[in-house]
Every structure is written in structure tokens, then in C-alpha cells.
């Protein structure tokens, strides 16, 4: 499956951006779909999961409350709309498609970074 992430920008803080992650090749009909974001220096980490079959989500306790992680099946696509953005949610941002688990190792399939800067 080939992952098209987009979305990204720059924003002043408070504001928001909603990114897309549009998969082609296949269906995300059994997999778990997550954004990951790393800051220069720093590891790649989960921000939001989603179980496409269930709907069941997962959150960072970072982005709980702010973020918020959908599906469209007639598009094939996930969404993570960001809110009250944080100058400390500024990374690249990558969308990724797995069978299980929330960690990058679990995750077979990368989309692209998309920059999120959040200017204070």
C-alpha cells in the first residue's frame, strides 16, 4: 500500500491543521492506521492510532483533548485534525499502516513527512 500524507503548514499557535493520509494500492479495511511525528533531534513518536475495522482510536496523552483522529471509507483516507496548536507540536509528521501495535516497528507502511510548524 502506497500512504499520501498532506496537511502540513505553518500556524500560529492556537490555530489549526487538519492532515490527510490517503492510501492507494489497497484498502485500509484490517489495519491500524497511526500518525507519528519527530522533532529534529529527537525519536519518532505516536501521536494518534486508529483500528480502521472497529473505529477504536488511541491518543497521546500530549494531543488528548486537541487532536482527533477520523476515517473516511469511500476515500480510503485518515484524517488528524490538530487543534489549539502548540509551538512543541512543530515535526514532521508521517502517517503509517499496520496489523498491530503502536510503535514504528509495528507499522509496515510509511507515507511521506508533512511539516507542521506552529510559530509562538
Known amino acids: 500500500v502506497q500512504l499520501q500524507a498532506s496537511g502540513g503548514g505553518l500556524v500560529q499557535t492556537g490555530g489549526s491543521l487538519r492532515l490527510s493520509c490517503a492510501a492507494s494500492g489497497r484498502t485500509f479495511s484490517d489495519l491500524v492506521v497511526g500518525w507519528f511525528r519527530q522533532a529534529p533531534g529527537k525519536e519518532r513518536d505516536i501521536v494518534a492510532a486508529?483500528?480502521?475495522?472497529?473505529?477504536?482510536?488511541y491518543y497521546a496523552d500530549s494531543v488528548k483533548g486537541r487532536f482527533t483522529i477520523s476515517r473516511e471509507n469511500a476515500r480510503n483516507t485518515v484524517y488528524l485534525q490538530m487543534n489549539s496548536l502548540k509551538p512543541e507540536d512543530t515535526a514532521l509528521y508521517y502517517c503509517?499502516?499496520?496489523?498491530?501495535?503502536?510503535?514504528?516497528?509495528?507499522?509496515?507502511?510509511w507515507g511521506q513527512g508533512t511539516q507542521v510548524t506552529v510559530s509562538s
Open positions: 486508529i483500528v480502521w475495522s472497529t473505529r477504536s482510536t
Open positions: 503509517a499502516a499496520g496489523v498491530g501495535g503502536l510503535q514504528p516497528r509495528d507499522f509496515n507502511y
